[in-house]
């Protein structure tokens, strides 16, 4: 229910100035311009102005002899040092790895792009290249999907909840409180209602006397009438809670007739949970029949319903196997497609329904389309799907579909607006935190999380294999080197430092190990007829020289 009326309202009004048309904003400046036109290449100017520098100052630095020295330094190091170089990046590694994802989970972004965004781009010349004339149609779309988001993220009043969310001015609003802070049954807050709609029904014929006076006395008369509608939707809720439902029915009805222009507070919402606990289907078809049109704002309660009832009509006969065979007759199809609606309303709501996630109690606040949502309405309504047979399996069945008509759902929707953005972030205020929270559409892992997995993990391998097989690692470093350092210090390897006989030497010191075991054929060359005649020879003793090409 939306919380506009008059009894703790929360609005999601932004004060932001409105843009300018386009053609009266003043034309930019030459200097604005040319900023504007270098704020993308900025960076390439500066690598390459880097280079240019190191060149000429080649000479005066020394940079061949430093180069020089630094293969020898190389050259010098042991196994060892890799092995603790690459162990200690695979531990620094990982430990980022483990706080980037604890963050992601935590906050939904990755903290390694939130900070190079935040701060390193400004430094970089990021902002200014977001400069653009106003009224531009990019900024007008931008201005535009921001207005969408602020609409679409408003949070709206549990219709479902019982306790809390009145101003407390009058007598009347003091028995809302004490109902709705001090009683610990159901039967209590019934009983203190029913003083506070004694109360509400005095000040409102007092204010509906004096309506005429003056503005205030219209809008005090608003105030009242929201506070009694308050009281008695309210009373009507205890109603249903006591099992007195269709004493409950009859209040809704009556307050639906006598107030028709307070249709956001959606009452029709409580009836039709009513109406579905009596299981009269006709009546709730009727209700939204009345309440489930175009022009009206839907919510998961309307959506799902009207799925619920094309569902019943078809859910008991309903077999996957059969359907795949025969395919969907007219029914099932109109009961697929209303499935489809729904789940692309609120998609969180179908592994609540299918006890895929655990429920927890309803907040007090919901936000349409967002996870709040869904926890209330499957709180409430998933006794009525479990009491029609068959109706969870074909949903089960059918509500994934719903994703391969929407790929891209943040961008563009099929039956409604395309999905908000900003439903996690408000959720996640709503919501406890002890509850994960559902996000649509599911996230993909950010880049530094894959980055720094494979680093960690790479790294590990390097560290491991150099400590195991330090000569074959020390031939690909050799291998490194040369590729590194140019042609011009590019050296021939020669057999020792070669693939094969590094692998040869390897495989006769293994076959040395084994044969000592009593292996058959010398070990493990024994297995390998090809490479016989190569046991016949000494394998050369493995080393670091290197024969100069000239």
Same mark, same amino acid.
């Given at each position: 229910m939306a919380d506009g009326d008059g009894l703790g309202e929360a609005t999601a009004a932004a004060a932001s100035p409105p843009a300018p048309? $386009?053609?009266? #904003? $003043? $034309?930019?400046?030459?200097? @604005?311009? /040319?900023? %504007?036109? /270098?704020a993308g290449t900025g960076a390439s100017l500066w690598f390459v102005a880097g280079l240019g520098l190191l060149y000429a100052l080649r000479v005066p630095l020394r940079l061949c002899e430093n180069l020089a020295a630094v293969t020898v330094f190389l050259n010098s190091l042991t196994p060892k040092f890799y092995v603790a170089l690459t162990g200690t990046s695979s531990l620094i590694s990982g430990l980022i790895f483990i706080f980037e994802w604890w963050y992601f989970h935590k906050h939904g972004t990755s903290f390694i792009e939130q900070v190079s965004v935040s701060h390193l781009r400004p430094l970089m010349g990021g902002t200014e290249g977001s400069i653009s004339e106003a009224g531009s149609p990019s900024s007008s779309r931008e201005s535009e999907t921001s207005r969408q988001n602020l609409s679409e993220c408003k949070v709206w009043r549990n219709p479902l909840n019982l306790f809390r969310g009145a101003e407390y001015r009058s007598c009347a609003t003091a028995y809302v409180l004490l109902a709705e802070e001090e009683a610990t049954t159901i039967v209590d807050a019934e009983r203190l209602f029913k003083q506070a709609l004694k109360a509400g029904e005095?000040? *409102?014929?007092r204010s509906q006397q004096c309506q005429h006076q003056s503005p205030q006395h219209e809008a005090q008369l608003r105030r009242d009438t929201n506070v009694l509608v308050y009281i008695k939707r309210r009373l009507a809720m205890c109603a249903r809670k006591l099992g007195r439902i269709r004493e409950a029915v009859k209040i809704m009805r009556d307050l639906m007739k006598e107030f028709p222009p307070l249709t956001m507070l959606n009452i029709h919402e409580n009836l039709l949970e009513s109406l579905l606990e009596l299981q009269a289907y006709a009546d709730v078809q009727a209700v /939204? %029949?009345? *309440?489930?049109?175009?022009s009206l704002p839907k919510s998961a309660a309307i959506c *799902?319903? %009207?799925? /619920?009832?094309?569902?019943?009509?078809? #859910?008991?006969?309903? #077999?996957? @196997?059969t359907a795949s065979r025969r395919g969907l007759s007219t029914a099932e199809i109109n009961a697929v497609e209303a499935i489809h609606r729904a789940v692309e309303f609120n998609p969180h709501v179908p592994k609540y329904l299918l006890e895929m996630k655990s429920l927890i109690l309803p907040p007090e606040h919901i936000l349409k389309r967002g996870d709040s949502e869904a926890i209330a309405y499957a709180f409430f309504h998933l006794q009525h799907w479990k009491r029609i047979e068959g109706a969870l399996n074909l949903l089960q069945c059918t509500w994934e579909g719903t994703f391969r008509m929407i790929p891209y759902p943040l961008e563009k929707g099929h039956l409604f607006y395309p999905y908000p953005s900003c439903t996690e972030t408000a959720d996640r205020e709503l919501l406890p935190p002890f509850h994960h929270v559902s996000v649509y559409p599911k996230k993909e892992l950010p880049f530094f999380i894959h980055f720094t997995a494979g680093l960690c993990s790479s790294t590990a391998m390097i560290a491991l294999l150099t400590h195991q097989f330090p000569e074959i690692m020390g031939v690909f470093a050799k291998a490194k080197e040369r590729a590194l350092l140019g042609r011009e210090h590019c050296t021939r390897p020669t057999y020792e430092e070669s693939w094969m006989g590094v692998l040869h030497i390897m495989l006769k010191r293994y076959s040395g190990c084994c044969a000592n075991e009593d292996q058959p054929e010398h070990g493990l060359l024994g297995n390998f007829p090809n490479l016989t005649p190569l046991r016949e020879h000494t394998l050369p003793t493995f080393s670091w020289k290197a024969t100069v090409v000239h």
């Open positions: 048309a $386009p053609g009266l #904003s $003043p $034309p930019l400046g030459w200097w @604005e311009r /040319l900023r %504007a036109g /270098l005095t000040i *409102y014929r /939204l %029949a009345k *309440y489930d049109d175009i *799902y319903t %009207a799925a /619920l009832l094309k569902t019943r009509t078809v #859910s008991d006969k309903f #077999s996957p @196997e």
